[in-house]
């Protein structure tokens, strides 16, 4: 009977020592696990920050490139216009207008060129601003997500 209850009492003691050991593990690891996910939390909100600049950026090279657009429209309408009438006054006899049709074909080409740049400059900013989007909306997740954890961690 001795022997019995000095064999428990040993049982006990090594369970209660691995209890203790397990409990302050845990909570040791818990805590790097809280102290990574504020990491994380503050990380992304460093993310989020610069997406939203990128995307203020963004928004505003889109408006740079639609004027710079529309300016070259306008310019092609009115070489087109002024081609037009040059066309006119060279029917009538005109010589020196005949030269300046030359150069109105010349700014049309040219127009033409830059009005497709822009526009390409345009489709270039949107993909970039719908990728920032999706950063963002990512960060947001994310953040979302961390602070969750942290929540799950503290909680147990």
């Not at 009115?78 to 020196?96: E, P």
């Not at 207008?97 to 049309?108: L, M």
């Not at 719908?130 to 953040?143: C, M, P, S």
């Not at 961390?146 to 909680?155: A, L, M, N, S, Y």
Request: with cysteine; net charge positive.
């Amino acid at each position: 009977m001795r022997r019995f209850f000095s064999h428990l009492l040993a049982v006990c003691l090594l369970g209660l020592g691995t209890a203790l050991y397990a409990q302050t593990t845990d909570n040791s690891s818990n805590n790097s696990d809280i102290k990574s996910d504020r990491k994380d939390v503050r990380q992304d909100r460093r993310d989020l920050h610069n997406d939203r600049k990128d995307i203020r950026k963004d928004q505003k090279d889109i408006n740079h490139d639609r004027a710079d657009r529309n300016g070259d429209r306008r310019d092609l309408n009115r070489d087109r216009r002024d081609l037009t009438a040059d066309r006119k006054d060279c029917k009538a006899g005109d010589k020196a207008d005949c030269k300046d049709s030359r150069n109105d074909r010349k700014d049309i080409a040219k127009d033409k060129r830059d009005l497709h740049k822009d526009q390409r400059d345009i489709n270039k900013d949107r993909k970039d601003l719908h990728a920032d989007r999706k950063d963002a909306r990512k960060d947001r997740k994310d953040i979302r997500q961390d602070r969750r954890d942290i929540h799950k961690d503290k909680k147990g």
